[in-house]
């Protein structure tokens, strides 16, 4: 009997450690969040602190790990942090926007439990409430391919993050209390490069070898052109697919865009600088940082390189050029490009047109006339809980009908495993930026003018690149397919964050009535509970 026995439990615990050692890797991140003095732009502001750096700390990871952070609040205000480009597979829950998560109050902490489920790429992390963004408490996200996924590209010498952005003097609370009075703000003050205004960042290099650059634009309203004097930058991924080798002179990025550039250090042995510009103002804004070659003969000379500035057409080709690398592998090792996309057929058309307007004597931003206005309560709880009047399904239309713009908690239905066609109208003379959280879609077509049907003619179904973040040109449109194919409750949003802020955003609630954990992970067990969730139980431990 005691041999039985025996026998059990070492059956019994063979068994754990193999459901132990099939388990995907955790890494562990413990945040402290702060105000304090920075400097970017040669005076003293109120920055946001993550654990006393300025940007905060870059998150390495690899496919499918599960990341705990642990995020104390030691503000004095509430603070929620969002995952640009993360897509929380099955678990808007962590997503870290107001309408999916609570804050965390002063003083308390959260712990957000993620998993970088079959993605890889480049990303970044972000501030999302009360326009603590204009403050810092953003860095960068890498994840890496497993070790046995070939990558498309020897691995390069060094991989550096780069954090671009236009920037105020101002802190975020004067910003803040001008938005909520209904101004619009004024032109940035300045553009900073990983937290530093013009030379003060550097990059080391040695000459000969090839470099990686991660570059994100997590700026608040300018779309920028990233350059390096005399080198030529190889795009190589955008926002987690892999992408056509094409060589450039520089590199647009709009708002809250993402992408990864290699460059050789072929050049003559001095420094020579980084650029980075502003794209369709009247005024441009540049900042410098230095690339170092360790044998350098002497600083940088002359001024920096000019790029493009208010060329459109210049932009629109670029965009048009960036093309999935259908043979290489994406985050598992099947090609990227063995999920044909043009070949599905799509359940439905949305088309979404922004607008900018008054309501009530203050400036507002609105999607199909509907500019957005927080409820109490998060709508991912209101949902869980089953509370009703926090937000009303299909009060956005799917369509733009030209009414004036009112405020409402908009919320658009969409079905679980739905392929869709997602139409932004832009008739406004700036270029608009759009993300959709939990996500990764097809752009499969860019132009001028009104979006039409017959502007279907002209999409690329073959290898558009997948991304959670595009651009629209002025007086033109972008269509984007979107398989849905992860249940919850998703911000898609203006990257324009003023816009943001003042209603540019709706909610995309993507649902199914099964209730199978395949579909939708339950609600976490430390689940912060506010507004009139508050006092409710999440699940027993």
């Known amino acids: 009997m005691q041999l039985h026995l025996a026998v059990v439990l070492l059956c019994a615990t063979a068994g754990l450690f193999a459901i132990a050692g099939a388990e995907d890797p955790y890494r562990f991140f413990d945040w402290n969040v702060t105000f304090g003095d920075i400097y970017p732009l040669g005076v003293r502001q109120t920055g946001i602190l993550i654990n006393g750096q300025f940007p905060g700390p ?40 107001y309408g999916t998560t609570c804050p965390i109050p002063p003083g308390k902490n959260f712990t957000y439990i993620l998993q970088v489920k079959d993605q890889i790429g480049s990303f970044f992390y972000f501030p999302s409430l009360a326009f603590h963004k204009a403050s ?65 960042a550097s990059f080391n290099v040695e000459q000969g070898k090839t470099y990686r650059l991660r570059i994100s634009n997590v700026g608040l309203q300018n779309s920028l052109n ?21 060589t450039y002179s520089s590199i647009d990025l709009h708002l809250g865009q993402s992408c990864s550039v290699l460059f050789k250090a072929d050049q003559p042995a001095k420094d020579y600088y980084i650029a980075v510009s502003t794209r369709f103002t009247s005024r441009v804004l540049t900042s410098t940082a230095i690339l170092r070659y360790s044998n350098s003969a002497g600083p940088v000379s002359g001024p920096p390189p000019g790029g493009p500035t208010i060329q459109i057409d210049w932009s629109l080709n670029q965009a048009r050029s960036i093309r999935t690398n259908l043979t290489a592998s994406g985050p598992r090792p099947n090609p990227q490009g063995s999920y044909h996309y043009g070949l599905i057929n799509t359940t439905r058309t949305i088309r979404l047109a922004n607008s900018a307007g008054q309501v009530n004597g203050k400036q507002r931003y609105a999607v199909n006339s509907v500019s957005f206005v927080p409820a109490d309560t998060p709508l991912k709880l209101a949902d869980y809980f089953k509370i ?41 003379n700036i270029v608009q930026s759009w993300h959709l959280d939990g996500y990764s879609f097809f752009v499969v077509g860019m132009d001028g003018g009104q979006w039409t049907t017959a502007s279907r003619r002209g999409y690329n179904l073959r290898d558009a690149v997948s991304r959670c973040t595009t651009q629209v040109y002025p007086k033109s449109w972008t269509a984007i397919y979107v398989a849905l194919d992860n249940v919850g409750m998703w911000n898609l949003r203006s990257e324009f964050w003023a816009r943001q802020y003042l209603g540019q955003q709706f909610y995309l609630r993507v649902y199914t009535t099964s209730t199978s954990l395949r579909d939708e992970y339950p609600i976490p067990k430390n689940a912060l509970l506010c507004g009139r969730a508050s006092g409710r139980h999440t699940r027993p431990l």
Request: glycine share 12%; hydrophobic share 35%.
């Open 136 to 200: 810092g408490g953003f860095g960068g996200i890498r994840i890496l391919s497993r070790p046995r996924i070939p990558v498309p590209f020897p691995d390069p010498a060094g991989d550096y993050t780069v954090l671009v952005g236009d920037w105020y003097k101002s802190n975020h609370t004067n910003l803040k209390a001008r938005l909520d009075r209904g101004k619009k703000l004024p032109f940035p003050d300045g553009i900073l490069i990983n937290g530093r205004g013009p030379g003060g």
């Open 388 to 428: 009703g009047g926090i937000f009303r399904v299909g009060s956005i239309s799917d369509n733009p009908y030209g009414g004036k713009i009112y405020l409402d908690t908009s919320v658009m239905q969409a079905d679980y495993r739905a392929f869709i066609e997602i139409v932004f109208q832009n008739n406004e």
């Open 226 to 246: 990233f350059r390096i004097q005399n080198h030529r930058l190889t795009l190589v991924e955008v926002e987690g697919t892999h992408t056509l080798q094409t």
């Open 58 to 97: 870059d998150i390495h990871s690899v496919t499918n790990d599960n990341l705990i952070i642990n995020v104390h609040n030691s503000l004095n205000e509430p603070f929620l942090i969002s995952w640009s480009g993360i897509q929380q597979r099955r678990n808007s829950y962590e997503d870290g926007v």
